[in-house]
């Protein structure tokens, strides 16, 4: 049977693509990585993961469905990958192993709903000083045009908001979500 394995992967390979089964949890030990969709030839970021992190394209995991998510290096990384029929023998084996899966399972879903609250609460400006708290080193490690992706910006709009001067802005509506 299949365990673990750290592996060396350069930018820009991909972890995940699109249409293809999703096999395993990653554990991001070094780099970054980003999520996105293609539409309309477009990419469109949907998260971003730096050290420390585990991901997967959740819905397909757990589905065993296809999966219509990228996952791509944006650095040089290490990746711990560990395959799915490993996480269901440890699973059955030791129930203990489900409090694991049940934290990432959690912040995963907390992640995803103060995203879709950001959309839904904040205006372009404030989206982006909210991005810069949640990655604080973000704009040193990931190129803009990346990060105006993510909040559905375009990158001329992302270069005037960082350009002014804004008042305070209470990202905290966002937290309490």
Known sequence: MAEATLSA??????????????????????????????KDHREINTEFFF???FFTALAGFLTGEKTRLNFQC????????????????????????????????????IKKCRRESSFLLHNAAE?????LSRFPKAETRIPLFHIASYLGLSPETLSRIRTKRIGQIDIGQVDKI
């Open 74 to 109: 944006l650095e040089d990384c290490e990746v711990v990958t560990i395959p799915k029929t490993a996480i269901d023998r440890l699973l059955n084996r030791d129930n203990k192993w489900y409090r694991l899966t049940h934290k990432i399972l959690e912040e995963e879903f």
């Open 9 to 38: 992967v350069p930018n820009e390979a991909f972890l995940i693509k699109e249409n293809t089964p999703v096999t395993g949890l990653y554990f991001l030990q070094k780099g970054m990585v980003r999520s996105f969709y293609t």
């Open 51 to 53: 050290e420390n992190n």
């Open 127 to 131: 989206r982006y000083f909210y991005f």
